[in-house]
């Protein structure tokens, strides 16, 4: 969200840089254009009565039509409705579409209508939330990684109401939805002013998305100490104190639990002007971006923070990089923008947009990607507008309405060209408009047209893709010098005359990029954009890329190619970045003789990933000589036996402590407690906890647990569908701290294609702690 977009300014921002308003930017003929179409059409294609169902249920009022299902009945119910709320916001900044703002104005007033009915400034659609909100006021708290009092995450999902109607007076003016913000923020204040800082800090270790940006927000739209005092109240200190210290210790977090809250630490930080937790925010984009980033600008594996010195879980596992996480990275770098403006954040910036944002929407039915896999040969599904309710459809809603934001920022009479989108901007304080015209990245230049008299610094950026000194820009036709300034901005001032016409010249050349722990996995990149292949390992396969409406329907879960089977660059050294070839007449589109050697015939096509959908694919690429590439493939067989050899027997597995599999499984527990040692992630409970397993053949065998050495002497029971399976006494005789058990499971056990797995302790003990769970056949 551009931070000066709405509220009253202090002289210190009016001293910094600030994005335009939305509204004053339209986008021209590009991808992003047909992206924001597309994203318009996915948006009207909802039913607001659907996504209002919640809100009206939980109010006490009669519903007008049944609430959506998939994420949106199983607990995280009215999460959707927030994205919604912003997404028509940013689409009606970005489009002016009268139909949108009509949408916009309903939304609000039924919110509204809830509001009232609940009396008390309340909005959500948490299922009982009105219980668990009172428990919660009264001190009763049992927090995990994403529950309270056993609600999935409910203040993550509030907070997409909190931001919705933010976005909805901030991007279209929303008087109504302002007063309800505000009303909303002053439940919370009522609602937490009882709890001590201990339980607040207790509470947070919940996921609660941005709660602490938007009451910073609050507090500067209204100027209010209180709110501020809540948004502090609000920062998770676990996660904030490593960071002011410059340390690393994200590895095994939840990855997108973290980045809304460092959006948070860092727009605190600005309105109070306290440094530490600015410098907090800029270590904690450093280290995400130089040590825990790949090639498209996404992170994390299976939602989590791999080891930064280990990415074979990138390559291994199909739970790529999430399109929520590089939509939080792109609000993070914004902020970091407006208080820095250099330009290696537009370089981050413009990486991700092309490579994650762009290609994470299909761009006949506008449906959405979740995980973005890196693994060789692998592919991704995408939502169905009725049936998919997940988080990364809710941002995706919001994230193709907002091309325009970051294009272009200003500071004075300095004009920023961040990126080179085409669009038209009206710079009303100046009086003049910019149009931006180009054919890029399929051409490697662009032209910016002024219309009006003004004189001002034009600043364009000096992408870190174009080589030293081969940045050409010329005004009217003759050349002028591209000095590049401290900020690698290239200035160019003078006073402009109606009509005048800069032209860049942003010559692109092919590079490799090697995976970021220096493995011998390299991407390929021309200019800004990732390339990418379309493969077809497995010819006349039937793959379904559409998601179905199952909790676990956003994971590409169809079968994996053995990775010895991936493609392989073969060369005698990795300077072979010329040997690519453009193929005449089809933009960014190359092929590399003789360098690719696969198993399946006919030449290698690389293009731009974001014009790859419906097939498999390879992003990274591994790299041998030739003569080791017998002896890697080999070698990657070995590996891989045993792992695919398990997956082909396992019917469903979980990952304890890590949240979306826990989730995806309906944990419940009492008295439970998780954690992560040396990077595993680990479960336990005084009580009980259990997770619903799904068998539908009825050909479970075999329940498989991980244990660790260190548990040793602990004892529980575990049980399938209230029937006692094993009595469990942990011991220390096995050879490794990490070690596996085998229960066998009877023939007949699955009610109903499901198995709920419990876990229950002794008098005096613990169940668990387990580090891993799998159904065998």
Not at 372 to 395: D, F, I
Request: proline content about 5%; overall charge neutral.
């Amino acid at each position: 969200m551009a931070a000066a977009a709405g509220g009253p300014s202090t002289a210190a921002e009016d001293a910094r840089v600030a994005l335009f308003p939305l509204s004053t930017v339209r986008l021209g003929p590009s991808p992003f254009l047909a992206a924001q179409q597309t994203d318009l059409r996915y948006i009207l294609s909802l039913d607001a009565d659907r996504l209002l169902a919640p809100f009206l249920r939980e109010a006490g009022l009669p519903l007008k039509q049944p609430s959506y299902g998939n994420w949106e009945s199983t607990g995280l119910d009215g999460h959707m409705g927030g994205h919604y709320l912003s997404a028509l916001a940013l689409m009606y900044a970005a489009t002016g579409d009268n139909e949108v703002l009509k949408r916009l104005n309903y939304y609000v007033a039924e919110l509204k209508r809830c509001q009232q009915a609940n009396g008390n400034g309340y909005i959500g659609g948490i299922p009982g939330g009105v219980s668990a909100w009172q428990d919660i006021a009264q001190g009763k708290l049992q927090a995990d990684n994403f529950s309270v009092n056993g609600k999935w995450v409910p203040w993550y999902n509030l907070h997409k109401t909190y931001a919705g109607l933010r976005d909805a007076y901030f991007y279209a003016g929303s008087e109504d939805a302002r007063a309800m913000l505000i009303a909303l923020c002053d439940w919370t204040l009522e609602l937490t002013s009882h709890l001590s800082e201990e339980q607040m800090q207790s509470m947070l270790r919940s996921e609660h998305g941005g709660m602490n940006e938007v009451l910073a927000d609050v507090a500067h739209m209204t100027g209010q100490q209180k709110y501020m005092d809540l948004a502090i109240r609000f920062s998770h200190q676990a996660i904030l104190r490593p960071l002011e210290e410059n340390k690393d210790q994200l590895t095994g977090l939840h990855a997108n639990t973290q980045i809304p809250k460092v959006i948070g630490f860092k727009r605190i930080g600005d309105i109070t002007s306290r440094k530490d937790w600015q410098r907090a925010a800029e270590f904690f984009w450093q280290t995400v971006h130089d040590h825990r980033t790949v090639a498209i600008g996404g992170n994390s594996v299976k939602e989590h923070f791999h080891d930064s010195a280990d990415f074979s879980p990138m390559i291994e596992e199909v739970e790529g990089p999430e399109t929520c996480n590089t939509y939080n990275m792109l609000k993070l770098t914004e902020l970091l923008f407006l208080g820095d403006a250099k330009a290696s954040y537009a370089d981050y910036y413009e990486r991700a947009l092309y490579n994650h944002i762009l290609s994470s929407q299909h761009p006949d039915s506008g449906g959405f990607v979740y995980f973005t896999p890196m693994r060789p040969n692998h592919y991704r599904v995408y939502s169905q507008p009725q049936k998919a309710m997940w988080c990364c459809v809710g941002s995706g809603l919001e994230s193709h309405a907002k091309y325009g934001e970051f294009i272009y920022a200003h500071k004075g009479d300095q004009l920023y060209v961040n990126l080179f989108i085409p669009s038209t901007l009206d710079w009303r304080e100046q009086g003049v408009q910019i149009r931006q015209s180009n054919r890029f990245p399929d051409e490697d230049r662009s032209t910016i047209t002024i219309k009006g008299n003004k004189t001002f610094t034009l600043k364009i950026r000096y992408p870190e893709w174009v080589e030293q000194g081969a940045l050409r820009i010329a005004v009217n036709g003759k050349q002028v010098a591209a000095a590049i300034g401290a900020d690698r901005y290239v200035n160019v001032r003078r006073a402009w005359r109606d009509g005048d016409k800069v032209e860049i010249q942003l010559p692109m050349k092919t590079r490799l990029e090697q995976m970021p722990d220096k493995s011998s996995y390299y991407a390929v990149l021309h200019g800004p954009v990732v390339l990418a292949a379309k493969t077809n390992p497995f010819p006349g396969e039937q793959l379904n890329y559409l998601a179905d409406d199952s909790r676990m329907g956003h994971i590409a879960s169809g079968p994996v190619v053995p990775l010895e089977q991936a493609p392989v660059l073969v060369s005698d050294s990795t300077a072979f970045a010329n040997r690519f070839r453009p193929v005449p007449g089809r933009p960014l589109t190359f092929t590399a003789p003789g360098l690719v050697q696969a198993t399946q015939s006919g030449p290698t096509t690389f293009v731009p990933f974001f014009r790859v959908h419906d097939t498999r694919y390879m992003i990274y690429w591994p790299y041998s000589t030739p003569a080791d590439l017998n002896q890697r493939r080999e070698q990657a067989a070995r590996d891989e036996k045993e792992r695919l050899a398990l997956d082909a027997q396992t019917i469903d597995q979980v990952a304890p402590g890590e949240q979306q599999p826990e989730s995806d499984h309906f944990f419940k527990a009492e008295g439970a407690d998780a954690g992560i040692n040396k990077g595993k992630h680990w479960r336990h409970a005084t009580s009980w906890f259990s997770y619903d397993l799904t068998d539908k053949k009825g050909e479970a065998r075999i329940l498989r647990l991980t244990y660790s050495k260190l548990d040793a002497g602990r004892r529980f029971d575990i049980l399938i569908n209230d029937k006692l399976l094993a009595e469990v006494r942990l011991d220390a005789s096995a050879p490794q701290e990490l070690y596996t058990r085998d229960y066998p499971i009877p023939a007949g056990a699955a009610v109903a294609g499901k198995l709920v797995v419990k876990f229950v302790a002794r008098d005096g003990s613990v169940a668990g702690g387990l580090y891993g769970l799998r159904l065998l056949r």
